[in-house]
């Protein structure tokens, strides 16, 4: 089967689904939306309008790719796999809107957990349509043996935080002694990171134990400043701390517990189905300023329940989250629609949205480039 991958984010869930669908025998071909606006997506749905798509199902991840894939296939016989990170939870309505119609018009929904199924109906989507597929990790490359980054002694507490956290986690430190923290920071986070970070120093003096660190600086295809790569950074750490759910942190959560690292995270969403409360890490309810931080500090005191979660997050890890079998579980669902055994594909999209037949802002989107 040949399908071709559209993603929102080039990085290690790219590599590790397409890697794996190819040691299944698929053959695979991708597409990264080059910016963060529906723009950018349009103009790459349009490219691929504009030539023969040699796929027999298309696979979008990210509400952006999604919105790529719809006008990439308009008018003809592939279907499109939808991923979306957070359904019914866009921070915007015009978002919403959107992801509405997105879902509405592929195949198949792959939904990371079961509340986000519920979610999903409620944008209009058939619940018959709607297949459970878990985000992945690459449990080869991210394990608990192997290199890591040097320190000092002490604790280390790894995050990829914005910037209300980071400020929550640098007032962690005084109570903690010895302890270091590592914010994993990208382009567009780093600044607000940054600023919060200084004001956070002014009233705690542990400037010295705080250290922003650029993702790609540790990506797994990259070498990090100290010579180990993000594998080795996670290994090194006690807890790691993420403060969303969609695709980034979700990454981070996974990478984590497949080296052996508990993780404390926000319960919402994906997150909720990729830690186990109380057995891998600990999920925090609602939005109180110093719920993560308060978790992290009762987890790092505590180093027979670090051990245990250390351990079951990697289990867990292997045994459920394995780009391998997460593969093969998208290969079946792409089986169901593939292009031959899905002829009313065309007709289904466009019954699915010609609710927004009269909506500005999707023909708008359609017609971008």
Known sequence: MRIHVLCQHSGAGLRGLTSALESLGHMTTHDVVAGSDVSDAAQLGHRLAARPLAADVLLASGWLAGLAAQIATRGVDTPVLQRLFTPGRAPDHDQGRLEGAIARGAARNLSLCGADVDRLVALGVRRASVRLVPHGVD?????DEGPTWPRAGGRRVVARPDAM???????????????????LTTSMTRPAVTNAVSA???HHPVAHRVRLVDVSEVADDGVAPQGGMLPGLLRSADVVVTTGDDEPELDLALQAMACG???VARSAGAMSAVVADGVTGVLVGGVAPDALGDAARALLGDDLQLESFGFAAGDR??????????AAMVARVAGEVARGSHPDVVATRRAATEDHGGDDLWRDALSTS
């Open 261 to 263: 690292v508990p993780v």
């Open 165 to 183: 956290s980071a400020a929550e986690l640098v007032s962690l430190l005084p109570s903690l002694p010895r302890s270091e923290l590592v914010l």
């Open 139 to 143: 449990t080869t490359l991210f394990r």
């Open 200 to 202: 956070a120093v002014a």
């Open 317 to 326: 890890a292997r045994a459920a989250f394995g780009w391998p079998s997460v």
